[in-house]
């Protein structure tokens, strides 16, 4: 097998809120994520699905664990070579497309923030055409770069979030929750261009999402989070064909699904999350690919 | 069927600083007695002002140019605020609004608040009050209802807030419930959940349900007739079979391919092009025209009319003159509704 591109190790996220309360918000969770392949996670609000991307790029700074990512170990102390390496090849696609470009900055700009700091462009003809092509490539035209964000609808500002972030030629792009915020009929487009641009760069994807459905249409593998743990990971066949956790079969059991007639004689199965601690729980393997964490007895 | 509330050619305009905003353009929409519909839609095509008029909670820059809201025989739009507050508001017509974390008062008891409505609406005691807010908590499923009637928002989850708030709607035994994207600010687990359980009040109480989505999932899950807003106007209307089977509008082929089925694969999902229309410049002809890629030349001069289907089924869309041309329906389309027409038993007619 290849070697993967992002190895998650053990990791551990505490925030300190007062000197004796601390939010645990991810315990110990480990996953693999191979070059070009999308890993999808998904969990309850709550769960520690965004806070996992934000300490593997860095927003935060894990407590525990240990993150390789393209054979840097990007956890602890960041030297500056290693920092600049992860920047360029990890970029972040953000939830809410409103907030997350700078009204200040014009299209081309914020696009451009990157090449900018990494200096990957000769002159300023050349940075022109990269940012050109890059919003070709996710279908605005290059004439947009001269425009500020509050000019365009919010599907053409998730677009411009995709553009800053595939401009710097990533190796693995977080989405975190980046469709949930567009109107249903601009969410088909974003993840058909996501797809198009995955198989043309061959860029890995954490995609982070509460809608199984659509996690399920873009992933390859997944995970499953609960309350700070992973209890299930396993491609996306075996996630939903054959989930093993009562928490995962819960989950499936309540995914909304657009035909009535299923809808109507849809049986629910409840999980009650207090029976179990998890702190007492480990991964078995069922199958190659298929892990799911059991108690220890 | 007996209708319980009739919206006959709405028309509203907002008045705004940019212009003139012609948000609803002629909505027409029945509610049955008993019955659960829903109004379908993106952010700005008018679902929410269509609910908003009828509550009589229209901003105060909007202008009814036109349009009569029926409440039995009682016409709502000729009502004062005030009279409908007094009469209308949370006796006959409740709402549930979408997020339980903003909807409810954060400096008063959930005792208090549910206890509200019948104070203002109902010689009634303190104790009886007590009592029903007590029956009503129990009703939405909160366990230990004396005691969490002391409790603040705060101290609950989210499910358990919406729970709340549909508990302070039913306070006063309306007729109709409008919920107002209920779930969207929720777990799927907890959505489910919520779902389930306003149905059953549904049957219990005899409410007729109006639900304002955006989520075909929830739609199917609950409805009984859909109908279908694009641009201020609604664009397909049919029982819930004839929309997820046979859907005849462009427009909701790709709101649903745009929620991928547990089936749908590799194949990738139709989508519409283009991003909804901006209503503060009038459109002329079908609005949906620019984002269809079926549009015809006629699409961009004349407003396609409602074309019958069926006794319940319409859709506003030239495609189904008896002149235009038969179109294919995009493949990945076609499987999808195939799919579920057969996981349904659905033998009506086909496309």
């Known amino acids: 097998m290849t070697e993967p591109l992002l190895k998650v190790e053990n990791l551990r996220q505490h925030f300190k809120i007062s000197r004796n309360f601390t939010v645990k918000a991810v315990n110990g969770v480990s996953f693999e994520i191979y070059p070009g392949e999308t890993y999808g996670l998904v969990g309850e609000s709550g769960s520690g699905k965004t806070t996992i991307g934000r300490s593997i790029i860095r927003l935060y700074d894990p407590t525990d664990g240990e993150i390789i990512f393209n054979r840097d170990k990007i956890s602890g102390e960041l030297s500056d ?9 990890m970029q972040m696609i953000f939830q809410d497309p409103m907030s997350s470009l700078n009204p200040r900055k014009k299209i081309g700009d914020i696009i451009g923030e990157g090449l900018d700091i990494h200096k990957l462009y000769s002159s300023q003809k050349e940075r022109r055409n990269i940012i050109g092509e890059i919003l070709k490539k996710v279908g605005l035209s290059p004439a947009h770069a001269e425009r500020y964000p509050q000019q365009f609808s919010g599907g053409q500002r998730q677009r411009v979030g ?9 190796k693995l792009i977080i989405a975190d929750e980046c469709i949930s915020a567009l109107d249903v009929s601009i969410q088909a487009q974003v993840v058909n261009l996501m797809k198009d641009i995955q198989s043309e760069t061959k860029c ?59 809808e109507k004689n849809r049986k629910l199965i409840s999980y009650d999350a207090d029976k179990v601690s998890y702190e007492n729980c480990t991964m078995r393997q069922i199958s190659d690919s298929h892990f799911v964490s059991v108690p220890n007895d | 069927m007996e209708k319980i509330l009739s919206v006959k050619n709405l028309d509203i305009t907002f008045r705004t600083n940019a212009g003139n905003i012609h948000a609803i353009r002629g909505v027409d929409f029945e509610l049955p007695l008993g019955k659960t519909v829903a109004l379908v839609g993106e952010s ?16 105060s820059n909007a202008i009814i140019n036109s349009g009569k809201i029926f409440y039995g025989d009682i016409d709502l739009l000729t009502l004062s605020k ?63 209802a004396e005691k969490r009637m002391k409790n603040y928002p705060h101290q609950l989850s989210g499910g358990m807030r919406q729970r709340v708030v549909i508990a302070i709607a039913l306070s006063c035994a309306p007729k109709i419930l409008i919920c107002d994207e209920p779930t969207t600010a929720l777990d799927v687990t907890v959505q489910a959940r919520i779902l389930n359980l306003i149905k059953e009040i549904q049957a219990e109480m005899n409410l007729s349900v109006i639900y304002i ?10 409805a009984d007739f859909v109908n279908v807003m694009y641009a201020g106007k609604i664009i397909e209307r049919g029982t819930i079979e004839e929309i997820f089977y046979d859907p005849r509008h462009p427009y909701t082929w790709g709101l649903l391919s745009a929620m991928p089925d547990l089936e749908t694969d590799d194949e990738r999902l139709y989508s519409i092009p283009g991003s909804p229309p901006n209503l503060l410049h009038e459109p002329t002809g079908d609005a949906f025209a620019a984002r269809n890629k079926f549009a015809m030349k006629i699409d961009e001069k004349a407003e396609p009319p409602m074309f019958k289907i069926s006794e319940t089924h319409y859709a506003a869309t030239w495609l189904l003159h008896p002149d235009a041309p038969k179109i294919e329906l995009p493949a990945e389309l076609k499987s999808r509704l195939e799919r579920a027409r057969k996981a349904a038993n659905y033998d009506g007619t086909t496309a």
């Open chain 2, 82 to 144: 005030k009279d409908l507050r007094r009469t209308i508001n949370g006796q006959q017509i409740a709402m549930v609004f979408q997020d339980p974390m903003t909807s409810l008062d954060p400096t008063m008891t959930i005792g208090e608040q549910i206890m509200e409505g019948m104070f203002l609406h109902k010689k009634i005691s303190a104790t009886d009050a007590r009592q029903k807010a007590i029956e009503l908590l129990k009703l939405v499923g909160i366990m230990e």
């Open chain 1, 162 to 170: 995709i553009a800053r972030a595939l401009v710097m030629n990533p």
């Open chain 1, 81 to 89: 070579k290693i920092r600049r390496r992860l920047r360029k090849n």
């Open chain 2, 213 to 222: 989505t955006h989520d075909l999932g929830v739609v199917a899950k609950v």
């Open chain 2, 44 to 59: 700005g095509s008018g679902k929410s002002v269509t609910m908003k008029a009828v509550v009589g909670l229209l901003d």
């Open chain 1, 204 to 262: 890995a994807y954490l995609f982070i999402a509460h809608d199984l459905s659509m996690v399920k249409y873009i992933s390859d593998r997944i995970g499953v989070l609960h309350k700070g743990y992973l209890v299930e990971t396993g491609t996306t066949q075996e996630i939903f064909t054959n989930p093993a956790h009562p928490y995962t079969q819960s989950l499936l059991s309540a995914v909304p699904q657009p035909n009535p007639a299923v």
